[in-house]
């Protein structure tokens, strides 16, 4: 029998009600009162006339932020998936006073003291792993809270982090406000040749959708990635480009109107000042303080040697665009608005492949059976669809996910399609985490989102293999969150995890999105469930590598502009923000954008999410992931040993050992680049 009765396991005892019916005016109320009762809890704690041990502090504090975490997460995705103005109003009145509650527990010095108390006692010593990882990394984060911070240092402080909050709401806030701004109605059905009939459906549908005849494109990915890669007309591709590279700044069609140019401004003055109140030079030691990497030229160097091997093998694939599009009537100078198109058109030329070829075989009902199918047979898990379940909108689904012997081992929430006031990309977010009081096991529970097109008419939404790596991906995520064994929130799952080992699940499961044994798993046309033909199967694994050197470079020009911009911050120059990033480009990039371009205004991983001076995790993660997938290349794709020792060694241990450990106790050796460079045909 499932441990959930009432059909809402999110809001269950969080003084919530049901997410269709949770008002704003719930949100602060229900906030509060967790923020009320963690407070008299501490003090309650830290005067007991006891000495100090593991369960009479430190446990009862971890129920405390779990109990907080479970009022606050229904709230915070909520903002994410279904923003609206009230919504928006309570979530901003908690943020700072979230910020302040967990600022003042980092400086509560009698609390400090009492978790030295621990580390230093003879009961550390009996403790398990994971109870020592938790006490080190309180103790940890104790100092990197500014506990030992004289008075007045330590009240700037605390005004920093709340203010830091506030700012990373308004730029969401503002890019997710840009975004849906903008909309582009088409009559003239000539303007949309070369548009896949995915996409027309979709712009039809959503035309329909506000009363409107004809088509009506947005800045949302299903709408814009097809316009920029297939449009013929080149003033479309050019207007939509505009408009998505310019949101939420000075330029474009709503220049000002949004503007993160303050918000980021501000994030970086504040984060400087935030490190050096530490005794750190710079926001990007203070972030490594948490991370693998240990050194700011450690990440440097990682990133310059990857530029330098790819460099040149995406220069030779831009020259390659550029002849293509001169000898098929292009332009003869390509900008960046070309580039996509010309790639795609080169793409179908030379392997009579393209993205689009790939929808019909990839279904979402056949795909979720496929990826179910790929985790029991990797890790004997049988995943079950709910539907009593209360969701926030008719497209949400819920899952189980049970063990070998029938054990719950999490769920998941799914929410999978693109739509108004739905933040764009794609994501997993924690619901509820692991935690064990007395005999009962609370069970993980995850929110899975994506932005697929969604179904249209009878037509359900087909995917490009390109989102379906984006599904395995985040799924990989979940799978690191909701099979943890570990009993405590604060090391379980994705929790305590160093940042830049963050992506090695997920980046780990995209692997077998190229698998031919998988794929028979996940692939089925949807009209008669044919199977994935093998010429299409062959072409697509010869386009595999295409442009994975441009592809590589630009997500260094992101690493590198992130990494600096945070190292080099100089308070008597204030942000160098568009001057860095066009130093960055002229080191790494070969594709140069216009003038207009304002990447860094919707850079939402570092200005609005967790990846501060940390965005070269994902390709420091990427050497971790395909190194670790080697070991099932040597031994079998569902080669049963090596996934329950990746199941034991890394999904199921959290953050409650050291990642460069755990790693090692799966590969039996520490990572190597070799099969990175090896799958993404770069050579040494």
């Known amino acids: 029998m499932s441990q959930y009765t009432d059909g809402n396991p999110l809001l269950e005892m969080t003084g919530l009600p049901p997410f269709t019916a949770i008002r704003p005016e719930h949100v602060v109320p229900a906030v509060e009162h967790q923020l009320s009762q963690g407070r008299e809890t501490v003090a309650r704690l830290l005067d007991q006339p006891e000495t100090p041990t593991w369960g009479n502090l430190m446990e009862p504090l971890e129920a405390i932020e779990h109990r907080l975490n479970r009022v606050w997460s229904p709230v915070t995705h909520l903002q994410a998936v279904a923003d609206n103005e009230p919504l928006r109003e309570a979530y901003n009145t908690c943020l700072p006073r979230l910020s302040a509650y967990h600022t003042e527990l980092g400086q509560n010095e009698r609390l400090y003291q009492a978790c030295q108390r621990i580390a230093e006692g003879e009961e550390y010593g009996r403790l398990g792993v994971a109870e020592r990882k938790i006490i080190d990394n309180a103790l940890r984060d104790f100092r990197l809270s500014g506990v030992?911070?004289?008075?007045?240092?330590?009240?700037?402080?605390?005004?920093?982090?709340?203010?830091?909050?506030?700012?990373?709401?308004?730029?969401?806030?503002?890019?997710?406000?840009?975004?849906?701004?903008?909309?582009?109605?088409?009559?003239?059905?000539?303007?949309?040749?070369?548009l896949p009939d995915s996409t027309r459906a979709l712009a039809r549908q959503s035309a329909e959708r506000e009363g409107l005849d004809g088509?009506?494109?947005?800045?949302?990915l299903p709408s814009y990635m097809p316009v920029v890669s297939y449009a013929a007309d080149r003033e479309l591709r050019r207007e939509i480009y505009e408009a998505y590279v310019t949101r939420a700044s000075d330029q474009g069609p709503d220049g000002g109107r949004w503007d993160?140019?303050?918000?980021?401004?501000?994030?970086?003055?504040?984060?400087?000042?935030?490190?050096?109140?530490?005794?750190?030079?710079?926001?990007?030691?203070?972030?490594?303080?948490?991370?693998?990497?240990?050194?700011?030229?450690?990440?440097?160097?990682?990133?310059?040697?990857?530029?330098?091997?790819?460099?040149?093998?995406?220069?030779r694939e831009l020259a390659t665009v550029q002849a293509y599009a001169r000898a098929h009537g292009g332009p003869r100078h390509l900008e960046a608005w070309d580039v996509p198109y010309y790639s795609e058109q080169l793409r179908k030329h030379t392997?009579?492949?393209?993205?689009?070829?790939?929808?019909?075989?990839?279904?979402?009902?056949?795909?979720?059976?496929g990826i179910f199918e790929v985790v029991r047979r990797l890790f004997g898990l049988e995943i079950q669809g709910r539907r009593d379940v209360d969701v926030w909108h008719p497209d949400v689904s819920y899952f189980e996910i049970r063990g070998p012997a029938g054990e719950p081992r999490g769920s998941f929430y799914l929410d999978l399609y693109a739509r108004p006031h739905k933040r764009g990309g794609a994501w997993m977010g924690k619901c509820i985490d692991r935690m064990k009081t007395g005999q009962r096991v609370t069970q993980p529970v995850a929110f899975v989102s994506c932005n697929f097109t969604p179904p249209v008419g009878d037509t359900p939404s087909l995917l490009t293999h390109q989102e379906l790596t984006t599904l395995f991906h985040e799924f990989g995520h979940g799978l690191h969150h909701m099979l943890t064994r570990i009993d405590y929130p604060s090391v379980a799952g994705i929790s305590g995890v160093a940042w830049d080992a963050m992506e090695l699940p997920s980046q780990f499961l995209e692997?077998?999105?190229?698998?031919?044994?998988?794929?028979?798993?996940?692939?089925?046309?949807?009209?008669?469930?044919?199977?994935?033909?093998?010429?299409?199967?062959?072409?697509?694994?010869?386009?595999?590598?295409?442009?994975?050197?441009?592809?590589?470079?630009?997500?260094?020009?992101?690493?590198?502009?992130?990494?600096?911009?945070?190292?080099?911050?100089?308070?008597?120059?204030?942000?160098?923000?568009?001057?860095?990033?066009?130093?960055?480009r002229e080191e790494v990039a070969v594709v140069r954008p216009p003038e207009f371009n304002r990447f860094a205004h919707g850079f939402l991983h570092i200005f609005g999410s967790g990846y501060a001076a940390g965005y070269y995790g994902y390709k420091w993660s990427e050497v971790l992931s395909s190194d670790a997938f080697g070991r099932f290349e040597e031994t079998g794709l569902f080669a049963w040993e090596t996934s329950q020792r990746f199941l034991h060694a890394i999904l199921e241990q959290g953050g409650s050992r050291d990642a460069m450990e755990l790693f090692v106790e799966f590969r039996g050796r520490e990572p190597r680049i070799d099969a990175l460079l090896r799958h993404s045909g770069i050579g040494a």
């Open 260 to 315: 993160n140019t303050p918000v980021m401004e501000a994030t970086l003055r504040l984060r400087h000042e935030m490190a050096r109140l530490l005794g750190f030079d710079n926001y990007a030691e203070y972030s490594l303080a948490r991370k693998m990497a240990r050194a700011p030229d450690e990440v440097l160097d990682f990133l310059r040697d990857l530029a330098r091997r790819s460099r040149p093998m995406a220069e």
């Open 148 to 194: 030992d911070l004289p008075p007045q240092e330590r009240h700037r402080f605390k005004a920093i982090s709340e203010e830091l909050s506030r700012l990373k709401s308004r730029f969401q806030q503002n890019l997710l406000d840009a975004t849906q701004s903008w909309k582009k109605h088409i009559t003239d059905e000539a303007r949309l040749e070369g």
């Open 351 to 369: 392997y009579d492949f393209s993205q689009e070829d790939l929808r019909p075989y990839f279904p979402v009902p056949q795909v979720l059976a």
């Open 511 to 584: 692997n077998w999105c190229w698998e031919r044994e998988a794929l028979n798993l996940v692939a089925g046309h949807y009209r008669n469930g044919a199977p994935l033909p093998e010429d299409i199967y062959t072409k697509m694994l010869a386009a595999k590598n295409f442009q994975t050197g441009m592809q590589m470079v630009r997500q260094l020009e992101f690493a590198l502009f992130d990494f600096r911009l945070h190292l080099e911050y100089d308070p008597t120059q204030g942000p160098r923000i568009q001057s860095l990033l066009d130093e960055v």
């Open 215 to 220: 088509w009506l494109l947005t800045l949302d």
